[in-house]
T-cell receptor, first 112, second 114 residues
Framework: DQQVKQNSPSLSVQEGRISILNCDYTNSMFDYFLWYKKYPAEGPTFLISISSIKDKNEDGRFTVFLNKSAKHLSLHIVPSQPGDSAVYFCAASASNVNDMRFGAGTRLTVKP | KAGVTQTPRYLIKTRGQQVTLSCSPISGHRSVSWYQQTPGQGLQFLFEYFSETQRNKGNFPGRFSGRQFSNSRSEMNVSTLELGDSALYLC?????????????FGEGSRLTVL
């Protein structure tokens, strides 16, 4: 069962513009959400997280928004840079459980 | 500080064989999780070990098993390999178990089943 869904397999944006990656989840027990970034031939690396007590978390060019009522979160990257080109995975977990559920990933391409 | 180390990086097996993959977590990390990555499926959770105990298990058949040793190193085993087991197997470690533990991933072991 796909409890975390990233419905866009790919996204292409121009350098300097905003990239918005979306993620939906179905399990209302999830209360911690993370985004991971993955380059080819490397393992995913942690990017940014948000707990369910917040609706926004910002770290430099990266901002994650959480809409609990819609069970939706998004990752905004602004301005986008060519080095941001990677596969981005959304992940979610419930408290005290480390079996994070991941989405299928969205491949972001930032064109110079 | 060394990262998460997975061995072997690449391997090829035939149907019906079994395979063992190894993962050495970051020093001091006691939680090790295993994920399977296939195209279009993202990362599918296999299981998590903490202090040598399996804490959680994903929705995979019993052919997939794992264990953790006292030094936190972990192995996963897949028996009676099927073509569909071809995937990148990722190991991740974290300081603690629980939702607030960021996962640090290894580079993965790419398994091809012929």
């Amino acid at each position: 069962d796909q409890q975390v869904k990233q419905n866009s397999p790919s996204l292409s944006v121009q350098e300097g513009r905003i990239s918005i990656l979306n993620c939906d989840y179905t399990n209302s027990m999830f209360d911690y959400f993370l985004w991971y970034k993955k380059y080819p031939a490397e393992g995913p690396t942690f990017l940014i997280s948000i707990s369910s007590i917040k609706d926004k978390n910002e770290d430099g060019r990266f901002t994650v928004f959480l809409n609990k009522s819609a069970k939706h979160l998004s990752l905004h990257i602004v301005p986008s840079q060519p080095g941001d080109s990677a596969v981005y995975f959304c992940a979610a977990s419930a408290s005290n459980v480390n079996d994070m559920r991941f989405g299928a990933g969205t491949r972001l391409t930032v064109k110079p | 500080k060394a990262g998460v180390t997975q061995t072997p990086r690449y391997l090829i097996k035939t149907r019906g064989q079994q395979v063992t993959l190894s993962c050495s977590p970051i020093s001091g990390h006691r939680s090790v999780s295993w994920y399977q990555q296939t195209p279009g499926q993202g990362l599918q959770f296999l299981f998590e070990y903490f202090s040598e105990t399996q804490r959680n298990k994903g929705n995979f058949p019993g052919r997939f098993s794992g264990r953790q040793f006292s030094n936190s190193r972990s192995e996963m085993n897949v028996s009676t390999l099927e073509l569909g087991d071809s995937a990148l197997y990722l190991c991740a470690s974290s300081l603690q178990t629980g939702a607030l533990g960021e996962l640090f991933f290894g580079e993965g072991s790419r398994l091809t089943v012929l």
